[in-house]
């Protein structure tokens, strides 16, 4: 964990403006500092005669890569800025596996069909929880609460085994992807959050609306 100044010019708001904002109309203004997470960073080249480095960096979200190389600069003594960045991954998704629009274009259905994601996809942190009756997912489906006895719970959230690196909102540390699977197929619902007082998961985002017969059509298309 670092302490780290955000560019002035990002797209931060400071009293419901942009720091670019501010910057461009040449306005000074106290930019706080904040916490960030580098959980790797490595040296890939040192370019001597052309002043260039190049690295990896594995860092939490809100990280300002930028601001990375302007620090290091600073306590060389020779300054420092960067001249070019690529994302390789996000979560879970990774360079190797995306696809340019001119690709994309070129692809027939099945194909377009063999490269998109299921929408759980990314939820790589959250639980897993199945329920059983249909009427009960229906019923999910529809904003209603799940009885904690009414579901299966497959896997617990990755953060409340333990604690992240990072700041999380505390809901994602009871949070459950929840399914129903009908003719053997797993079919997802939606995010619930898990309340432990009332001993249920309230539904959070429902990506499904309509009858639990057509998300088991719809599962068998993917």
Do not use: C, W
């Given at each position: 964990?670092?302490?780290?100044?955000?560019?002035?010019?990002?797209?931060?708001?400071?009293?419901?403006?942009?720091?670019y904002e501010y910057a461009r109309a040449g306005v000074e203004?106290?930019?706080?500092?904040?916490?960030?997470?580098?959980?790797d960073i490595s040296v890939n080249d040192v370019d001597l005669t052309g002043h260039k480095v190049s690295f990896n960096v594995t860092c939490s979200k809100g990280t300002y890569v930028r601001a990375i190389c302007n620090d290091v600069g600073a306590m060389l003594g020779c300054g420092g800025a960067m001249s070019g960045l690529t994302r390789v991954a996000s979560g879970a998704f990774s360079l190797e596996d995306a696809v340019t629009l001119s690709g994309l274009s070129d692809m027939g259905k099945d194909g377009i069909k063999d490269v998109i994601k299921p929408v759980d996809f990314p939820l790589v942190h959250f639980g897993r929880a199945i329920i059983n009756d249909e009427g009960t997912a229906e019923r999910f489906t529809n904003g209603r609460p799940v009885a904690f006895a009414d579901a299966v719970v497959e896997?617990?959230?990755?953060?409340?085994?333990?604690?992240?690196?990072?700041?999380?909102?505390e809901e994602y540390k009871r949070a459950y992807n929840m399914y129903t699977?009908?003719?053997g197929q797993s079919v997802f619902l939606g995010v619930a959050f898990l309340d432990g007082e009332n001993r249920e998961f309230a539904a959070d985002k429902v990506f499904f609306k309509g009858e639990i017969s057509e998300a088991v059509q719809f599962a068998g298309r993917n």
């Open positions: 964990m670092i302490e780290q100044t955000p560019p002035k010019y990002s797209a931060l708001k400071y009293a419901g403006k942009r720091l203004i106290e930019i706080k500092k904040r916490n960030v997470f580098i959980k896997d617990a959230p990755e953060y409340s085994l333990k604690e992240p690196y990072f700041a999380i909102r699977v009908q003719s």
